[in-house]
């Protein structure tokens, strides 16, 4: 078995994200790392595609044709990106059946690297209490502050995190609202380094947006973050779309990167808890039990 850096299983074993397919360029090597190993991928028009730990034979830019390579690494297409795995995982990735309907606009938002751990960047996109701060007049306004209470679950049967009756007051929820309006949204966390947001849509009040980030960890305080939107807009152009998430992401970072210590600490008396960060200790206890130690300090037994 080949040797990792890596020595979480539980990690070693989830499928990961590399990139986003569509803009994986066709017949040709890409490079990047996961879990501080050196990795390559390749893609071809039919949307196929291989992945191995780097040769120094296959640099980046090398011509290639997808399944004619030995000893690649376990691949799957799903939600418009390629992932892998380091070890032995599932048969399936988590399901999101929204991305089966046909009338969703499906993009990545862009892929953006964060001198942070997952599992701290995860944490913040469950953090409701930052919206009229960090993304002021965007998801959220001073005087309307308050984190009303909503429900958490750690779901054993879904292996997942569900936070239900969350509604926040927000400005400008997405590129196609008209005005300010109450949000519902809903989280899911059904993989320890990726979450799924549902949210009010101001296109059909009776269906849910979905914006999920899914992180490749690089190594244990450095990500890439996929974010996808399967969203219920057909009248905006992509690039508008897009523009929305990265400004919203694009204030978060700064807040990310200078999150101390870079690793999540996992023992429930590190940070002192408040009732907005009800999602926040329902993961933390949900990795404490998984026993995942990648990317995060563990309690002291």
Excluded at 78 to 83: F, P
Excluded at 140 to 164: C, F, M, N, Q, W
Excluded at 198 to 211: C, H, Q, T
Aim: aromatic fraction near 8%.
């Amino acid at each position: 078995m080949t040797q990792t850096r890596c020595k979480d299983q539980v990690i070693l074993d989830l499928w990961h994200p590399l990139a986003a397919l569509a803009e994986v360029p066709p017949g040709v090597v890409s490079d990047t790392v996961l879990l501080e190993e050196p990795v390559s991928y390749a893609a071809n028009r039919d949307g196929k595609a291989d992945v191995w730990r780097s040769l120094r034979d296959l640099p980046a830019g090398t011509p290639v044709e997808v399944g004619t390579l030995g000893n690649t690494l376990p691949v799957k297409i799903a939600y418009g990106y390629v992932w892998t795995s380091l070890g032995n995982p599932p048969a399936d990735l988590f399901p999101i059946p929204e991305f089966e309907e046909a009338d969703r606009r499906k993009l990545n938002a862009a892929t953006v690297g964060v001198h942070v751990s997952a599992p701290r960047a995860i944490e913040n996109f469950l953090d409701m209490g930052h919206f009229p701060y960090v993304h002021t007049d965007i998801l959220g306004a001073e005087p309307h502050t308050e984190v009303k209470e909503y429900d958490v679950e750690i779901s054993v049967d879904r292996d997942e995190i569900l936070a239900t009756r969350c509604r926040f007051f927000q400005p400008m929820a997405s590129t196609a609202s008209q005005g300010g309006a109450d949000v519902d949204y809903i989280y899911r966390v059904p993989h320890p380094y990726c979450s799924v947001l549902y949210k009010s849509s101001p296109v059909d009040e009776s269906r849910l947006d979905v914006i999920a980030v899914f992180l490749q960890p690089v190594d244990q305080e450095h990500i890439r973050a996929h974010m996808m939107l399967c969203v219920l807009d057909d009248s905006s152009e992509d690039k508008v779309i897009k523009r929305f998430q990265q400004t919203i992401f694009g204030q978060d970072k700064p807040i990310l990167e200078n999150q101390f210590p870079k690793r999540l600490p996992l023992d429930p008396r590190a940070e002192t808890p408040i009732r907005a960060d009800k999602s926040a200790i329902a993961y933390r206890r949900w990795l404490s039990q998984k026993g995942v130690t990648y990317g995060v300090i563990p309690a002291a037994t």
